[in-house]
């Protein structure tokens, strides 16, 4: 007759090995879920520093010779949607049709139209040679907010492109009659977008603080009409040519606009620090053709109308963006960066405003200073050949 062997019992030297990968895989937890995993891996397995081509002057890539100073492939510009980058997309040219920048100026401009700031500052970071930008049209706010992101871009200013005059406004539901009513309400803004500035701006008159609303975040501009249709937010601020149509049908209020404040919100052209370097008569010839436009707007703004209504049917009145936010003049860039004549607000005191409210509320780095943040040159080569 068989017997069954009996199960072995578990010893002492068992239980405390069980207990001993017990304690181990709960301490590890609790490192993880603290985050003293990662500094303890870092300290055992230190990685070395990474390397950024910011860490380099942007004028290692300066051409030996006048002749190389031209680039080969496309120019890619980048921006968002606004009044003075309307006439930019249509000077670049239609699809299979050569522009204003190839005809007259022999440079190949291609525009690269980015929902909002942050993924046009993530595309200036990128550069042209790696799917991103070469240079891009941002308002101050976004350049300054998002100079961190930047840093591997070596930005530098190169012209004033124009000011908010009416373009960007703040709308809220009926019955808001004043900014101070937005207390703990939802506001819908593109963050670090022109926008987003004019909502601090109203904050500022009204005394409130920005903790006592709430920001609701929209993915571009153009949706600050489609949250207030959905509920999402009590107020909005975005295009004026996209709101204009909601308060008109749903009795909205207009709670401020940039018509008041014409000096509040710039927009800028700027480039990559290794872009200007390497190809200066390119950025030359594109700032060229900037200067064109503005001059000769009157023969062009038909054309540019067309084709800027055709791309953004969405927009009310597409051609008011020329008039709420027209290209700067020759006149005003040389007395917006200090250089001849006078102008209400400069550049050094909008940098320096936006860069020390961006460290007030955002706890943001050290921004380079200002006469790093710029590279005038070419426009100044422009004044010469006048």
Known sequence: MSTEPSPKKLNFGHWFALGFLFALALGVALLSHFGFAEQLREHIWKQGPVVEAADFPAGVTSPA??????????????????????????????????????????VDVRIRVFQNSVELNEALAKGGDNGGVDMAVLSMPALLLGAPDLKPASPRVLMLMGWSRGQDVLVATQGLHHPAQLRNKRVAVEMWGPGHHLLLWTLSRVGLRLNEVELVFLDSALDAAASLENGSADAAAGLYGELLAWVLQNKGEFLESTADVPHLVASVLVARGSFVARYPEAVVRVLRGVFELEHNMGRYRKRIHKSFSQKYPQLLKPEQ??????????????????????????????????????????????????????????????????
Do not use: D
């Not at 496309?74 to 921006?79: D, L, S």
């Not at 909008?350 to 426009?379: G, I």
């Open 65 to 106: 010779y006048e002749r190389s100073s031209l680039v080969l492939r496309p120019t890619y510009i980048g921006t968002t949607l606004r009044g003075s980058t309307a006439p930019l997309l249509w000077a670049a040219g239609e699809e299979g049709e050569e522009g204003l920048w190839s005809q007259s100026f022999a």
């Open 321 to 386: 963006l020329l008039h709420e936010e027209p290209l700067a003049s020759m006149e005003e860039n040389l007395a917006f960066f200090g250089l001849q004549g006078h102008a209400a607000v400069g550049y050094a005191e909008l940098y320096q405003s936006t860069v020390a409210l961006a460290s007030k509320l955002y706890e943001r780095p050290p921004a380079p200073k200002v006469e790093e943040s710029l590279e005038l040159t070419p426009l100044k080569r422009l004044v010469k050949l006048q």
